[in-house]
C-alpha cells in the first residue's frame, strides 16, 4: 500500500516570500501521478498541480512549482511571492496509475500561513 | 461546469439514526468518487464509481454504509445506525474516466453525531 507523509503540520511565511512545503512518499510502483491540493477554510479542494512520474520535467503553475525527486520519493511544492489567499491547508496526494481505479492517497496536510 | 454539488452542507444527527448525502458530480465526469476527512487529517478513501458501476470499495467502508449511483448520475452515500465515530467531513470528487484526470471536490458534508 501507498503512504504519503507530510512532517511540516504548519507553516507560516511573509507576504511576498518563497515557502517550500514537503512531501515523501512510498510506493513500488514504477508510474504514478503526485498532486498538491489546496483546502481554504470552509472551502473545498482545490487543485494546485500535478507531476507524471514519468516525466523528469518539474512541473510549473504560475507561482507554483515542485521539486520531483523520483530515487528519493520526494515531491515538494515551492510558493513563490505568497499572497494572502494562499493560507489554506495543502494536501500531497498520490495515485496509482490506471488500473489502481485512481484512488487518491493522501498525506495528513500543512497548514500554510500568509503573514502580513 | 457547474463544479461537484454536494447537499446537506451540514448534518447533525442523534447516535443512532441514519443519514443519506447526496452528490452531483460535474456532468461530463464518469468517476465519481467518496472521502472521508476526520479533523486534522487528510481525505480517506471509502468508494468509487465508473458510471453505475461501484468498483472499489474501502475496508472503511464497514456494512452500515452503503452507495449508490443509479443511472451513473448523482450519488447517494448512506450510514446506518450512526455512531459518534462517524462524525468527519465526507468529501465527494469527480473526474473523467480517462487514467490521469485529476478529481474536482465539491464542498463536503460535514456529519456530528450527538
Known amino acids: 500500500a501507498q503512504t504519503v507523509t507530510q512532517s511540516q503540520p504548519e507553516m507560516s511565511v511573509q507576504e511576498a516570500e518563497t515557502v517550500t512545503l514537503s512531501c515523501t512518499y512510498d510506493?513500488?510502483?514504477?508510474?504514478?501521478?503526485l498532486f498538491w491540493y489546496k483546502q481554504p477554510p470552509s472551502r473545498q479542494m482545490i487543485l494546485v498541480i500535478r507531476?507524471?512520474?514519468?516525466?523528469?520535467q518539474n512541473a510549473t503553475e504560475n507561482r507554483f512549482s515542485v521539486n520531483f525527486q523520483k530515487a528519493a520519493k520526494s515531491f515538494s511544492l515551492k510558493i513563490s511571492d505568497s499572497q494572502l489567499g494562499d493560507t489554506a491547508m495543502y494536501f500531497c496526494?498520490?495515485?496509482?496509475?490506471?488500473?489502481?481505479?485512481?484512488?487518491?492517497?493522501f498525506g495528513t496536510g500543512t497548514q500554510l500561513k500568509v503573514e502580513l | 461546469d457547474t463544479g461537484v454539488s454536494q447537499n446537506p452542507r451540514h448534518k447533525i444527527t442523534k447516535r443512532g439514526q441514519n443519514v443519506t448525502f447526496r452528490c452531483d458530480p460535474i456532468?461530463?465526469?464518469?468517476?465519481l468518487y467518496w472521502y472521508r476527512q476526520t479533523l486534522g487529517q487528510g481525505p480517506e478513501f471509502l468508494t468509487y464509481?465508473?458510471?453505475?458501476?461501484?468498483?472499489?470499495k474501502s475496508r472503511l467502508l464497514s456494512d452500515r454504509f452503503s452507495a449508490e449511483r443509479p443511472k451513473g448520475s448523482f450519488s447517494t452515500l448512506e450510514i446506518q445506525r450512526t455512531e459518534q465515530g462517524d462524525s468527519a467531513m465526507y468529501l465527494c470528487?469527480?473526474?473523467?474516466?480517462?487514467?490521469?484526470?485529476?478529481?474536482?471536490f465539491g464542498d463536503g458534508t460535514r456529519l456530528s453525531i450527538l
Open positions: 464509481f465508473q458510471n453505475e458501476a461501484q468498483l472499489e
Open positions: 456532468s461530463e465526469h464518469n468517476r
Open positions: 470528487a469527480s473526474s473523467k474516466d480517462r487514467g490521469d484526470q485529476p478529481q474536482h
Open positions: 507531476q507524471e512520474a514519468y516525466k523528469q
Open positions: 510506493t513500488s510502483e514504477n508510474n504514478y501521478y
Open positions: 496526494a498520490f495515485m496509482k496509475p490506471p488500473g489502481g481505479g485512481n484512488k487518491l492517497t
